[in-house]
């Protein structure tokens, strides 16, 4: 008897509950880091949340008004509640209303975390998506000619591209980069951030040297590690099979080979998602660019402790995406990945 045709669903059904889990997941590794940000920015010794709120010019009445105020006189484990609390529902902190998502008030401005940080988030998200594209296209392309090209020259080249550019720092490129393209030769303007949405062009020749300075780091790595995946790949033993049966070199090397290289290139990929944003930060400060990572150093500088969690916050739930979206990736390209329900 013939067997019986598998179902869209019988496909379907195992990858939604792999995704399911994944999400399910996140969400409580949010969770604990969320209490031990909040435990670390508001329940250490020495921290003093009302005064720091209160500023340089504060009596002790006011001191404890604003303890009542925030809820500072309530146990710790309540505060977290309420302010975990705030991100489902509208709360009251002092004498604002802070609508659901509240990640609560800037101690600076007295603006609201979330929006202030949401404003600066496209300025972030356009430096790290550029960059990515560009390493990644750049970085396996690199890294795949010189596994192709294995011990010749242009193996070499590559090779040593990517070790100098491995031991460039950001700090050191984007001054250099602004006195080549931008002082001297005037081949680009000054670096500054347009809305995509506003102008495509602007933004991308505002943001091209940001993109290059942060990239080239990765692009060196990724190149590394892309040629040292494929030349174990074609050593396998499925290669040499696939070459008995005639098969041309361009389709053993993209068809065959590539997938089974890029499984490693996909996993460390979301594990850098938070270096690129460390890297966004020292990139923003040398380019004058006005993103998260330029509010992360103002308010560590200016012990906003509220501003500083809520970057904490971002960067965390950004980290947790993209190695959701990574695992999803990884399960699909590589079949040896089991994704039962």
Not at 62 to 80: E, F
Not at 134 to 157: N, S, T, W
Not at 182 to 200: E, H, K, M
Not at 207 to 218: E, G, V
Request: glycine share 10%; aromatic share 10%.
């Amino acid at each position: 008897m013939a067997a019986r045709p598998a179902h869209p669903w019988e496909k379907t059904l195992p990858m939604l509950a792999f995704l399911v889990r994944r999400v399910l997941g996140g969400i409580v590794i949010l969770a604990i880091i969320s209490l031990i940000t909040f435990l670390l920015f508001f329940a250490v010794p020495g921290s003093d949340v009302a005064a720091l709120s209160c500023g340089k010019t504060c009596t002790p009445e006011n001191m404890a008004l604003i303890r009542r105020g925030l809820g500072l006189d309530k146990p710790v484990i309540v505060q977290y509640l309420v302010f975990m609390g705030g991100i489902f529902a509208t709360r009251t902190i002092g004498d604002n209303v802070c609508t659901a998502p509240c990640l609560g008030y800037s101690f600076v401005n007295h603006q609201p975390v979330l929006q202030t940080v949401l404003d600066r988030l496209p300025v972030t998200l356009s430096l790290a998506i550029g960059a990515v594209v560009l390493f990644i296209i750049f970085g396996v392309g690199l890294g795949m000619l010189a596994a192709l090209r294995k011990g010749k020259l242009a193996d070499k080249i590559a090779m040593t591209f990517a070790l100098i550019g491995g031991s460039m720092q950001i700090f050191v490129l984007a001054p250099f980069f602004l006195y080549i393209f931008v002082y001297t030769t005037g081949l680009l303007p000054q670096p500054r951030y347009v809305s995509f949405f506003d102008s495509p062009g602007d933004w991308f020749i505002g943001m091209l040297l940001p993109w290059l300075c942060l990239a080239i780091i990765y692009i060196a790595y990724y190149a590394r590690l892309t040629r040292s995946s494929m030349v174990d790949v074609l050593n396998e033993d499925f290669i040499r099979t696939v070459r008995a049966k005639g098969l041309g070199t361009g389709q053993i090397y993209v068809k065959h080979a590539f997938r089974g290289a890029m499984s490693p290139v996909v996993t460390i990929l979301g594990l850098d998602i938070a270096g690129l944003f460390a890297g966004a930060i020292i990139t923003e400060q040398s380019f004058g660019l006005v993103g998260v990572g330029q509010l992360a150093v103002n308010s560590v500088n200016n012990s906003d402790l509220p501003m500083m969690m809520g970057v904490v916050l971002l960067a965390a739930t950004a980290v947790v995406l993209a190695n959701i979206i990574v695992d999803v990736i990884y399960a699909v390209i590589d079949p040896r990945i089991k994704v039962s329900a």
